[in-house]
Nanobody
Framework: QVQLVESGGGLVQPGGSLRLSCAASGSIVRVGTMAWYRQTAGKQRELVARITDGGGTNYADSVKARLTISRDNAKNTVYLEMNDLKPEDTAVYYC???????????????WGQGTQVTVSS
């Protein structure tokens, strides 16, 4: 099994910054693509940013130039640097990772428990 533990959420004023972290642990053989999603009440979970194990990235149009995803493969950790935050960025942010463990031959998708980000004055 793989556990994803997020940290770094909180309350920030419009225009402020936050950095989210998500560490994967367990009997991991390899971690593939990692991503951040977000969800607000009554809406579907949406992709914010994704990064492959080779470092390739893509972003939702609404966050380009303000949010940056990165990863530390040695630590199986993904980060989301969030700048110039807006009230519409308020959501629960979920970490997602594809991982292969000592018990599986294929990659499975795993989710973190979510961390709340609130942008408000």
């Amino acid at each position: 099994q793989v556990q994803l533990v997020e940290s770094g959420g909180g309350l920030v004023q419009p225009g402020g910054s936050l950095r989210l972290s998500c560490a994967a642990s367990g009997s991991i053989v390899r971690v593939g693509t990692m991503a951040w999603y977000r969800q607000t009440a009554g809406k579907q979970r949406e992709l914010v940013a994704r990064i492959t194990d080779g470092g390739g990235t893509n972003y939702a149009d609404s966050v380009k130039a303000r949010l940056t995803i990165s990863r530390d493969n040695a630590k199986n950790t993904v980060y989301l640097e969030m700048n110039d935050l807006k009230p519409e960025d308020t959501a629960v942010y979920y970490c997602n990772a594809a991982a292969r463990t000592t018990a599986t031959r294929v990659f499975y998708m795993y989710w973190g428990q979510g961390t709340q980000v609130t942008v408000s004055s």
